[in-house]
């Protein structure tokens, strides 16, 4: 059964003195990271809240800070018999800061089923899917994703061998997706929390290690912590330079698909540039979902090769074909 935090909520106008510091915390830290990523003063913001309690202290940060149309949204995933709990749990949270909320339920294990995903993947998909649907046309989508988030993204993403885009770790702002507490510490905002008396809700479901991500969170993380203390900070700062390294790289390769481009829309590759620089070029063209790198590497040795009139399959119902050194993408 999911646990609440040690507090129950404090209505606004009800925290004791002593609760004035930590809820300036976490003012402060939504400020900085909205700061940071952009997010204008007087545009509506959705607030994607789970009831844990990095999005407790997103939902708190953001009211208290005054500076938005803040809404808030809750997806009931209907994994766990007492989820409808958190669902409640956040309904009050926000009534009690005088804000509208928007909760809906998915089933989730029939969409993993029925998509082939994991369920962490259908869930994340249908979140996005719900927050997509249920904002202004005009708002930002805040989810509450911190630094260590981040960190725990890239070592799973290099451990499923990614390249330089999976080690950019979470984005602090993509579209209108927006992450203020993306350069916050977990720990540093559940105890801006639990000073403050603000209750939080605990998924039981994030401590079973079967799950790829939670064994990066309680087995991976604290010992490469034990190694080096600083290790969130390290890792997100490569995280950051690899961004760097890889939007650099995909405007060389936009320019590489511009001057292959010909008068039909297919790419020239009778002078094929190196491999890795095709790579890009090719992940460019296909659009996303980008196709595994086995099936671009199939692809880029049929066009390097002698043969003709050939087809790769990409996935996702699209193909290649390769004819006399000339790419087209269906």
């Not at 209750?199 to 034990?226: C, G």
Request: with cysteine; aromatic share 2%.
């Amino acid at each position: 059964m999911a646990e609440q935090g040690t507090h129950k909520p404090l209505v606004g106008g009800s925290n004791p003195p002593s609760a004035t510091r930590p809820l300036d915390e976490l003012t402060a830290a939504v400020a900085r990271g909205a700061d940071a990523v952009g997010i204008p003063i007087g545009t509506p913001l959705l607030l994607a809240v789970s009831g844990g309690p990095d999005s407790m202290a997103l939902l708190h940060g953001a009211a208290r800070l005054g500076r938005w149309r803040v809404g808030v949204a809750h997806l009931d995933h209907g994994l766990r018999p007492d989820s409808a709990a958190d669902a409640s749990f956040v309904a009050d949270a926000a009534g009690a800061l005088n804000l509208p909320c928007t909760i809906r339920r998915a089933d989730v294990a029939a969409l993993a089923k029925d998509e082939g995903r994991t369920v962490e993947e259908a869930g994340r998909e249908a979140r996005y899917r719900f927050l997509e649907d249920v904002a202004a046309a005009d708002a930002l989508i805040a989810t509450a994703h911190t630094a260590d988030d981040s960190a725990e993204t890239i070592l799973l993403n290099l451990v499923r061998g990614s390249g330089l885009t999976g080690a950019r770790g979470i984005p602090a702002r993509r579209g209108r997706i927006v992450r203020p507490l993306i350069g916050e510490r977990r720990a540093s905002l559940r105890r801006a929390l639990d000073e403050a008396g603000i209750a939080f809700r605990l998924d039981p479901t994030n401590d079973q290690l079967d799950a790829a991500r939670n064994r990066i969170r309680h087995e991976v993380m604290p010992a490469v912590e034990r190694l080096n203390p600083a290790a969130v900070e390290a890792l997100t700062r490569f995280g950051r330079l690899a961004a760097d390294d890889d939007a650099l790289l995909d405007g060389i390769a936009a320019a590489e698909l511009t001057r292959r481009r010909t008068a039909e829309g297919d790419i020239d590759w009778r002078d094929p540039p190196a491999r890795a620089m095709g790579r890009r070029v090719m992940r460019l063209a296909i659009g996303d979902p980008a196709p595994s790198l086995e099936r671009i590497d199939a692809l880029l040795s049929a066009a390097e090769g002698t043969r003709g009139g050939l087809s790769i399959q990409l996935g996702g119902g699209r193909s290649a074909s390769v004819r006399e050194r000339t790419i087209g993408v269906r």
